[in-house]
């Protein structure tokens, strides 16, 4: 029981007055009579008649005493632990990370815990919120009295594989409570920081994790980045590929480190799995996949001898080249793309000539240099042009520019062509590093590799260049359009679409910023010492009771006699 | 002491025996004794309701005045007042003082032997016999010169006091006994008398105004009595004041005694003589 104004315990003086009064009145007038006979016998009369007349008496001065009492007490307005008036939003902290288990219960679960105390709490007519924040914020309960709504609400709950970003949610309650005025918001989260006018009801406690970070594989080897969120741990990681094991590690981690394991395994394998058999307080990220994506056969029709440019087109595998000559590309089927080595290099989509002018042939003054322009980074990625010299060149025109030298553009592209102004052979280009990756670059703008679907981040959309059934990891099957929005990559793990009779697998993966859950947030009271609890304040009641009381005195003094 | 008016009222009353008188000096009682002669005594100023045959018609004619002839063989009555003396009768000492005075004179009047004693703390203090008007003077005075104080047990002292002839007695007290007078009574019968009985009340003990809390202060000692006095209380004390002047009452009719009770608010010289009266004290 709180009391609301507790200096009011003033009021039991009232108490110890009466009773000193009570002894005050005691002293009688003394009174010389002639003989006190006859009214001995009165009294004793008055006694047999009335033998509860002490009582009575004794009666009359607790009575007034406990109405002093009552209204003392009264005085300090008392309040019992009620309930919480006034609406409440619940804001739900969905990400990731509240899938951590400490003592075996998640910290999800833990928040809907800690929410059911504080429903149980709310005076009925109070209305409830329940907003949910994982990939996106939904609103599970919308100013409902039901509380069995809500109890439903919160058991739906349930921790996504995304981050969560709870400024939306914050943003409603807010202009909730700007609208309606006494709004609760409470935030039910293990990461939020906080803010004025918010409560935060944190849920952990803190945990470690492992997480595997990274799964990748070239010919027979695949390798494994794995991230410690704890102490010094001897991990056990296993490799499996298409569902069998083929090789397990044994590795040890020290506290907070990154450590990479390597595998053995067979080069055919579609997919492989890597998995951490240690329990921690994430399961999701204890499993990556890698996708052995074949990429299916890219023609390009080359127009030209240029030894280096055919062994920097076939570098990829999927390269199929066609040597030909211009004349005779309308014959062909299937080019993805055209390339006409010369005195200049085009690249392009279609057999036409792309909107590209070169100029009257210059000497190169100035080395080749890379240009800065937007877009150009798919094709200038990983170039250095360190001492790659050029004799001479046409300047360009039309399109962005990609390579200078000097002033003038010698490398430009466009929306599906590229083109160089010079000769292979005025350069020693070929022999040098960046020139394969510049032609790949350029394979990978105008001729991307068709490897599928990209493996991706749980809660991250995907187009799917072909419709077809997705099956999802827990074995949902869901039907997508062509050039359909693939939206429903909630689960963690290994998708698989059919397609024109094709399989494309494609894995998701945890938020990784999601993993590392050693810290967890605390508690924090809006603008308060301690949680906001309701009161009922009882001083009516017991004002009631005193009148009662009060009513009974004086019905009951008026029938005391003598004592 | 009473007013010569009033004590003319009262030269005609006399007290009322029941028995005959005995022995002692000649009277005006007519006694069982048989006299031998019809010696003329006394003479007696005429007073309404004397028996009218007896009027000396002689005297008369000589003094123009009635007088009455004692002429026949008559005896004294032995009369004792007593006095309640203890410390209760102490405001109503004077209203027990005009009704020993009445009385006495009435009886000395009468040609009876009158004496007052006054029982008290100390015992019992009584004046010799009387006779004749002319121990009037004597009589009252020692009445009026006592002062009541203290406690005492009248019964036990009328036991032991002596001198006690056979007699009347009359019995002036405010009877706040817890046997309501009745072994007092039993004790002057013993001692072979009449027993008249007056009993002296104030106002206060009558009708009390009290309210409030008090402590009431016994004046003969006994214990202090605290008490909220309301109109419930008060109801009850006339309840226990009309049982206890019961019963005494019933004690006095029990034990033959005509019996008066006196309000000390009135003034005795209108009620006494009336009361004396109707109650046979007098006649």
Redesign the interface.
């Given at each position: 029981m709180n009391f609301l104004q507790p200096l009011g315990a003033i009021g039991f003086l009232a108490p110890a007055l009466i009773l000193a009064l009570y002894f005050l009145?005691?002293?009688?007038?003394?009174?010389?009579?002639?003989?006190?006979?006859?009214?001995?016998?009165?009294?004793e009369?008055?006694s047999a008649?009335h033998p509860f007349q002490r009582l009575r008496k004794n009666a009359l001065m607790l009575l007034q005493l406990l109405i002093a009492a009552l209204l003392a007490f009264s005085l300090m307005r008392p309040a019992l632990p009620g309930r919480v008036a006034g609406e409440t939003v619940m804001i739900f902290d969905c990400s990731a990370s509240m899938q951590a288990k400490e003592n075996g219960v998640s910290r999800l679960e833990t928040a809907v815990e800690k929410a059911r105390e504080h429903i149980n709490a709310m005076r009925s007519d109070a209305p409830l919120t329940i907003l949910s924040v994982g990939g996106e914020t939904r609103q599970a309960l919308s100013r409902s009295l039901d509380r069995s709504l809500a109890r439903e609400a919160l058991s739906s709950l349930r921790a996504e594989n995304t981050g969560a970003d709870l400024s939306p949610a914050l943003s409603l309650a807010r202009a909730m409570d700007a609208e309606l005025g006494g709004v609760t918001i409470l935030i039910f989260s293990d990461s939020f920081f906080p803010q004025p006018g918010v409560t935060v009801i944190g849920c952990g406690q803190g945990a470690e994790n492992r997480a595997l970070l990274s799964f990748t594989a070239v010919g027979d080897t695949a390798v494994a980045r794995i991230a410690n969120y704890g102490k010094d741990a001897e991990l056990t990681v296993e490799c499996s590929a298409d569902g069998a094991l083929c090789d397990a590690k044994r590795v040890f981690a020290g506290e907070g480190e990154n450590v990479s394991v390597f595998f053995r395994a067979p080069e055919n394998a579609q997919i492989l799995l890597a998995r951490l058999v240690d329990e921690d307080a994430i399961e999701t990220d204890n499993a990556a996949y890698f996708v052995r994506r074949d990429a299916g056969e890219t023609k390009v029709a080359l127009a030209g001898s240029n030894t280096f440019l055919e062994h920097a087109l076939q570098l990829r595998q999927d390269v199929r080249l066609i040597r030909t000559t211009q004349e005779e590309w309308d014959g062909l089927e299937g080019v993805k793309l055209y390339v006409r080595d010369g005195d200049t290099v085009v690249f392009s989509r279609s057999a036409g000539f792309p909107p590209v002018t070169a100029g009257e042939v210059q000497a190169a003054e100035d080395p080749l240099s890379l240009a800065s322009s937007a877009g150009a980074e798919a094709l200038t990625r990983y170039l250095t042009l360190s001492g790659v010299a050029l004799r001479q060149y046409r300047p360009l025109s039309g399109g962005e520019a990609f390579l200078r030298c000097g002033q003038d553009a010698v490398g430009v592209w466009g929306e599906d062509w590229a083109a160089l102004g010079f000769d292979l052979h005025d350069s020693n280009l070929p022999l040098k590093y960046d020139f394969p990756v510049m032609i790949q670059n350029i394979l990978s703008y105008l001729a991307p590799q068709d490897e599928g679907v990209k493996d991706g981040k749980c809660g991250q959309s995907l187009t799917l260049s072909a419709g077809g059934q997705v099956t999802t990891p827990l074995g949902r099957t869901l039907f997508v359009e062509d050039m359909g929005v693939f939206a429903d990559t909630g689960e963690a793990g290994l998708y698989r679409l059919r397609a024109e009779g094709k399989e494309y697998p494609f894995a998701m993966v945890m938020e990784p910023g999601e993993s590392d859950v050693r810290a967890a947030a605390e508690t924090v009271y809006e603008g308060e010492a301690g949680p906001r609890t309701g009161q009922q304040e009882i001083t009516g009641w017991l004002l009631l009771a005193a009148l009662l009381l009060i009513l009974l005195e004086g019905g009951l003094s008026r029938r005391v006699?003598?004592? | 002491m009473l007013d010569e008016q009033f004590l003319h009222k009262l030269d005609a009353l006399r007290p009322r025996l029941l028995s005959r008188a005995r022995g002692g000096a000649g009277g005006s009682r007519a006694s069982r004794m048989l006299g031998t002669s019809a010696e003329f005594s006394d003479f007696r100023e005429y007073a309404p309701g004397d028996d009218i045959r007896r009027i000396d018609w002689n005297a008369y004619a000589r003094f123009d005045k009635l007088f009455l002839k004692l002429f026949m063989e008559e005896q004294e009555a032995h009369i004792t007042i007593l006095l309640d003396g203890t410390?209760?009768?102490?405001?109503?000492w004077p209203c027990a003082c005009q009704i020993a005075e009445a009385y006495a004179y009435a009886a000395l009047s009468g040609g009876d032997r009158v004496r007052i004693a006054i029982a008290g703390e100390g015992g019992v203090s009584a004046a010799p016999f009387g006779t004749g008007r002319r121990d009037y003077l004597r009589l009252s005075s020692f009445a009026a010169a006592y002062t009541p104080k203290g406690q005492a047990d009248l019964s036990q002292l009328v036991r032991a006091l002596t001198p006690y002839p056979k007699g009347l007695t009359l019995t002036i007290s405010?009877f706040?006994?817890?046997d309501a007078g009745q072994k007092l009574f039993s004790a002057l019968r013993f001692r072979g008398q009449e027993v008249c009985a007056v009993q002296v009340l104030?106002p206060?003990?009558l009708r009390p105004a009290?309210s409030?809390?008090?402590?009431?202060?016994?004046?003969?000692g006994?214990?202090?009595?605290?008490?909220?006095?309301?109109e419930?209380?008060l109801r009850?004390?006339q309840?226990?004041?009309n049982r206890?002047l019961l019963s005494v009452r019933e004690n006095c009719h029990k034990n033959g005694a005509p019996y008066v009770l006196m309000d000390t608010g009135e003034k005795a010289e209108d009620v006494l003589i009336r009361q004396f009266l109707q109650s046979g004290i007098l006649e």
């Amino acid at each position: 029981m709180n009391f609301l104004q507790p200096l009011g315990a003033i009021g039991f003086l009232a108490p110890a007055l009466i009773l000193a009064l009570y002894f005050l009145r005691r002293k009688h007038t003394d009174l010389p009579v002639p003989s006190t006979l006859l009214w001995r016998q009165t009294a004793e009369d008055a006694s047999a008649a009335h033998p509860f007349q002490r009582l009575r008496k004794n009666a009359l001065m607790l009575l007034q005493l406990l109405i002093a009492a009552l209204l003392a007490f009264s005085l300090m307005r008392p309040a019992l632990p009620g309930r919480v008036a006034g609406e409440t939003v619940m804001i739900f902290d969905c990400s990731a990370s509240m899938q951590a288990k400490e003592n075996g219960v998640s910290r999800l679960e833990t928040a809907v815990e800690k929410a059911r105390e504080h429903i149980n709490a709310m005076r009925s007519d109070a209305p409830l919120t329940i907003l949910s924040v994982g990939g996106e914020t939904r609103q599970a309960l919308s100013r409902s009295l039901d509380r069995s709504l809500a109890r439903e609400a919160l058991s739906s709950l349930r921790a996504e594989n995304t981050g969560a970003d709870l400024s939306p949610a914050l943003s409603l309650a807010r202009a909730m409570d700007a609208e309606l005025g006494g709004v609760t918001i409470l935030i039910f989260s293990d990461s939020f920081f906080p803010q004025p006018g918010v409560t935060v009801i944190g849920c952990g406690q803190g945990a470690e994790n492992r997480a595997l970070l990274s799964f990748t594989a070239v010919g027979d080897t695949a390798v494994a980045r794995i991230a410690n969120y704890g102490k010094d741990a001897e991990l056990t990681v296993e490799c499996s590929a298409d569902g069998a094991l083929c090789d397990a590690k044994r590795v040890f981690a020290g506290e907070g480190e990154n450590v990479s394991v390597f595998f053995r395994a067979p080069e055919n394998a579609q997919i492989l799995l890597a998995r951490l058999v240690d329990e921690d307080a994430i399961e999701t990220d204890n499993a990556a996949y890698f996708v052995r994506r074949d990429a299916g056969e890219t023609k390009v029709a080359l127009a030209g001898s240029n030894t280096f440019l055919e062994h920097a087109l076939q570098l990829r595998q999927d390269v199929r080249l066609i040597r030909t000559t211009q004349e005779e590309w309308d014959g062909l089927e299937g080019v993805k793309l055209y390339v006409r080595d010369g005195d200049t290099v085009v690249f392009s989509r279609s057999a036409g000539f792309p909107p590209v002018t070169a100029g009257e042939v210059q000497a190169a003054e100035d080395p080749l240099s890379l240009a800065s322009s937007a877009g150009a980074e798919a094709l200038t990625r990983y170039l250095t042009l360190s001492g790659v010299a050029l004799r001479q060149y046409r300047p360009l025109s039309g399109g962005e520019a990609f390579l200078r030298c000097g002033q003038d553009a010698v490398g430009v592209w466009g929306e599906d062509w590229a083109a160089l102004g010079f000769d292979l052979h005025d350069s020693n280009l070929p022999l040098k590093y960046d020139f394969p990756v510049m032609i790949q670059n350029i394979l990978s703008y105008l001729a991307p590799q068709d490897e599928g679907v990209k493996d991706g981040k749980c809660g991250q959309s995907l187009t799917l260049s072909a419709g077809g059934q997705v099956t999802t990891p827990l074995g949902r099957t869901l039907f997508v359009e062509d050039m359909g929005v693939f939206a429903d990559t909630g689960e963690a793990g290994l998708y698989r679409l059919r397609a024109e009779g094709k399989e494309y697998p494609f894995a998701m993966v945890m938020e990784p910023g999601e993993s590392d859950v050693r810290a967890a947030a605390e508690t924090v009271y809006e603008g308060e010492a301690g949680p906001r609890t309701g009161q009922q304040e009882i001083t009516g009641w017991l004002l009631l009771a005193a009148l009662l009381l009060i009513l009974l005195e004086g019905g009951l003094s008026r029938r005391v006699g003598a004592y | 002491m009473l007013d010569e008016q009033f004590l003319h009222k009262l030269d005609a009353l006399r007290p009322r025996l029941l028995s005959r008188a005995r022995g002692g000096a000649g009277g005006s009682r007519a006694s069982r004794m048989l006299g031998t002669s019809a010696e003329f005594s006394d003479f007696r100023e005429y007073a309404p309701g004397d028996d009218i045959r007896r009027i000396d018609w002689n005297a008369y004619a000589r003094f123009d005045k009635l007088f009455l002839k004692l002429f026949m063989e008559e005896q004294e009555a032995h009369i004792t007042i007593l006095l309640d003396g203890t410390a209760s009768m102490g405001e109503k000492w004077p209203c027990a003082c005009q009704i020993a005075e009445a009385y006495a004179y009435a009886a000395l009047s009468g040609g009876d032997r009158v004496r007052i004693a006054i029982a008290g703390e100390g015992g019992v203090s009584a004046a010799p016999f009387g006779t004749g008007r002319r121990d009037y003077l004597r009589l009252s005075s020692f009445a009026a010169a006592y002062t009541p104080k203290g406690q005492a047990d009248l019964s036990q002292l009328v036991r032991a006091l002596t001198p006690y002839p056979k007699g009347l007695t009359l019995t002036i007290s405010d009877f706040l006994w817890e046997d309501a007078g009745q072994k007092l009574f039993s004790a002057l019968r013993f001692r072979g008398q009449e027993v008249c009985a007056v009993q002296v009340l104030s106002p206060q003990e009558l009708r009390p105004a009290y309210s409030g809390a008090l402590r009431l202060l016994d004046s003969e000692g006994a214990p202090a009595l605290s008490l909220t006095v309301d109109e419930r209380l008060l109801r009850q004390y006339q309840d226990r004041l009309n049982r206890f002047l019961l019963s005494v009452r019933e004690n006095c009719h029990k034990n033959g005694a005509p019996y008066v009770l006196m309000d000390t608010g009135e003034k005795a010289e209108d009620v006494l003589i009336r009361q004396f009266l109707q109650s046979g004290i007098l006649e």
